[in-house]
């Protein structure tokens, strides 16, 4: 059949049900945009790309469905690097788009030419560039293909000399990848060591959500194994939170339930997950990863398998698929040994943390530091981050979908929400872009309508993302709740300075003057400031209802004192030593 390119383009996203776009208008995609409308695809105008990229993310990663990157060429889309590497780390299936200049021009250093290919390449799961107008259906079904079946983003760059050539072509049918169940003698071996374990720990990544009915075949597996199941780094929705067998989540801030638990493992299970190192650095002070178990681990990229922690068995696979496989070959008798025992100090364990965690209402300082009891002392009638969460725990709807920035604040928050159900907790991932949580939970909302939304963020982080107020307040776009938490610093890095530079607080302090809760109004949104613990759960109680009833978006400011939790990365910091000293007067007017 005769076409243009891009209708041949909207023809192939219409083939593969891609809905949705992000991104900011420009000349070299227009080609295509203008069909957008005929074609039944929503091109979301967002303030800045960044953010269109972790709208996209927050989309797919709340929907399972795919959807679409795309900006004008060169600075539009170099501002897509942060979301992209953001998807990457994620494994968020996205089309990124990248418009290029024209062929004929590239190289003369033109307007807005970048090389977007070489950009990219450590960024994406796959990258191919269309040569000829011909082949535009077929490049883009394999870059399409690609992004689902390595779960991650997968770029076409399409010089914009592509667009408006008619051409003969005709649109292929998507190409689809069958998920491996893993490989037969793995499986059997993984089977055998669950079997004979006496203390069985199950590890759930993000792959057990990505997978279709992982959650549902770990918990088969778990409850004939009687085996706690763990979750990675921002994974807590990777399990039913309300299981007797669900432990909580691992890594920084998280669960000292789980902590203990895995720490006890003969063998461990490590679904879909790469173990990252977030999930398993110590935490509380604990060193709980058991170096003397034997591990199994599920993953659907072999490169990742034994990167970071010694693996007896390796399984590349679909999470669901394998558990079901492992499942289907354990012995008669698995999981018996110290059954009623193992339960027994399973719910002991959970009950005791779980009192633990709801008498936290401040954070520690370090012996020689003093930096929380000042802060505590300075504002004493205001929240601190626990009890803003706590508050927060009391109004948040169950059904609710999450996310949650990078940042001090929002790290202190992951040992508290569960989930009944897998896709409602978004979160930056391991490459920790800051100014993550609002574009995210915008994302989720346009996917998920009719299911409230709350996102997280700390006030360093929301600056980044606060322009995307000046978007999402038109008519088309769907109302969201979101929360800040505001304590005017850098928190992350302001603990790091009590720690290791002596209070030396550079960089760390925000404008007091700002309101958010103002920018909010001053946006047409709605802006409320909380500044008690009930106020806080009154604020959202009535936020809900109104995105939910009234089609209104609120920005809570949730006013809390300066007290820091635990540092990212004390595995990775240590006291400079002073040598030859540095002194203004050395200073120059060179």
């Known amino acids: ?86 998807a990457y780390w994620n494994h968020t299936p996205l089309l990124l788009v990248t418009p290029q200049a024209a062929n004929k021009t590239i190289g003369q250093g033109g307007f807005q ?27 883009l079904t394999r870059v399409i293909s690609q992004a689902k079946r390595l779960s991650g983003p997968a770029q076409i760059n399409v010089p914009r000399d592509m667009w408006t050539h008619v051409v003969d072509i005709e649109i292929p049918d998507p190409i689809e990848f069958e998920a491996s169940p893993g490989g037969e003698n793995s499986v059997a071996e993984a089977a055998d060591l669950l079997s004979a374990a006496t203390n069985p720990v199950i590890l759930n990544g993000a792959g057990v959500v990505l997978s279709k009915g992982g959650i549902e075949a770990s918990r088969a597996l778990a409850e004939r194994l009687c085996a706690p199941v763990c979750v990675g780094y921002q994974h807590n929705d990777a399990f039913p939170g309300n299981h007797p067998l669900f432990v909580g989540p691992l890594g920084y801030n998280g669960s000292k339930a789980a902590m203990e638990l895995i720490k006890e493992a003969d063998v461990v299970l490590a679904l879909g997950t790469r173990l990252n190192p977030f999930s398993t650095l110590p935490g509380y002070g604990m060193e709980y990863w058991p170096a003397g178990a034997k591990v199994i681990q599920v993953d659907i990229n072999p490169d990742r398998i034994g990167l970071t922690k010694k693996v007896t068995v390796g399984i590349v696979g679909d999470a669901a698929k394998v558990a079901k496989g492992i499942l289907a070959q354990l012995g008669d008798d698995a999981g018996d040994a ?56 009391a109004a948040l709807p169950r059904e609710a979908i999450i996310s949650s920035d990078i940042g001090n604040n929002c790290a202190i928050g992951n040992a508290y929400p569960d989930f009944d159900e897998g896709r409602k907790y978004l979160a930056p991932g391991l490459f920790g872009p800051c100014g993550y949580g609002l ?41 969201i709740t979101q929360i800040v938490f505001r304590n005017y610093q850098w928190g992350a890095e302001k603990r790091n300075s009590t720690l290791w530079f002596d209070d030396n ?86």
């Not at 925000?510 to 909380?530: F, I, R």
């Not at 009930?534 to 939910?548: C, K, R, Y």
């Open 505 to 590: 607080f550079v960089g760390t302090e925000l404008d007091e003057g700002v309101s958010y809760a103002g920018v909010a109004k001053a946006c047409g949104l709605q802006g409320v400031v909380a500044r008690t613990m009930d106020e806080l759960t009154t604020a959202l109680n009535q936020a809900i209802t109104d995105q939910m009833k009234h089609g209104k978006t609120t920005l809570i400011e949730a006013m809390i004192n300066q007290e820091l939790g635990e540092p990212f990365r004390r595995d990775a910091m240590k006291k400079p030593v002073k040598v030859a000293g540095i002194d203004a007067a050395d200073m120059t007017d060179a």
């Open 113 to 139: 030419e970048v090389e977007q290919m070489k950009l990219f390449e450590d960024m994406v799961a796959y990258q191919e560039e269309l040569r000829d107008p011909t082949r535009v259906a077929e490049v």
């Open 338 to 393: 110290n059954r009623e025992a193992r339960k027994a100090k399973i719910a002991e364990t959970k009950s005791r943390w779980a009192q633990q965690l709801a008498s936290m209402d401040h954070e520690d300082d370090d012996p020689g530091t003093t930096w929380n009891e000042r802060a505590r002392a300075a504002k004493p009638d205001w929240m601190s981050p626990r009890m803003a969460w706590r508050a927060i725990q």
């Open 1 to 86: 059949m005769q076409m243009t390119t891009e209708e041949a383009f909207v023809k192939v996203l219409q083939r593969h049900g891609i809905r949705h776009a992000f991104g900011i208008i420009g000349s070299a995609m227009m080609p295509i945009s203008d069909l957008f409308p005929q074609a039944g695809i929503t091109f979301w105008d967002c303030a800045h790309e960044g953010s269109a990229g972790m709208m996209a993310d927050g989309y797919t990663r709340a929907t399972g469905k795919m959807s679409m990157m795309i900006a004008q060429n060169g600075p539009g889309i170099t501002n897509f690097v942060t979301a992209v590497k953001t």
């Open 439 to 479: 574009p995210a939970i915008v994302g989720a909302k346009i996917g998920c309508p009719d299911v409230p939304v709350v996102g997280f963020s700390g006030d360093g982080a929301f600056g980044i993302a606060v322009n995307e107020l000046t978007a999402i307040g038109r008519g088309e776009w769907p109302p």
